[in-house]
């Protein structure tokens, strides 16, 4: 074999600048749509740091009022100890107050059977229950 003819050697040069031509082409086209998907990506990663800050500055108001109430509910539990320890010095206020505490305790009672009463029922057993003055 020898050396091809110009024709032949022509016609693969041909057939080479079109197969490279097409590749350069598809890669455009590759690199376009990568450039496409970056885009996107790019434009989600934006919309994610809005999301985090938004976040971020609900968290902070969040914490501020969490940090407001627990200095409010201190403020006030201190003034009613206070108050109680005050009054708790004079006798009829202590059974005022012994007797609120009977009745509290009576109802929240009265409360966990009534609802021990229908996890009971639901489960068809034995239910027992405790009545108070």
Not at 2 to 11: C, I, K, N, R, Y
Not at 29 to 55: H, T, V
Not at 83 to 95: C, F, G, I, N, Q
Request: some cysteine; aromatic content about 4%; proline content about 2%.
């Amino acid at each position: 074999m020898g050396q091809p003819d110009l024709e032949t050697q022509s016609g693969l040069e041909k057939v080479e600048v079109f197969v490279l031509g097409a590749e350069l082409s598809h890669r455009s086209g590759d690199e376009e749509d990568l450039r496409k998907k970056l885009r996107c990506a790019q434009m989600e990663i934006e919309s994610c740091q809005a999301q985090i800050g938004s976040l971020q500055n609900e968290n902070a108001r969040l914490r501020s009022r969490l940090e407001d109430q627990s200095a409010f509910c201190a403020s006030l539990g201190a003034v009613l100890g206070n108050l109680v320890w005050k009054a708790s010095r004079v006798p009829p206020v202590v059974d005022i107050l012994l007797s609120g505490v009977t009745q509290c305790s009576c109802s929240s009672s009265s409360l966990f059977i009534t609802i021990n009463f229908r996890v009971q029922k639901k489960e068809n057993k034995q239910y027992s229950s405790v009545k108070c003055k």
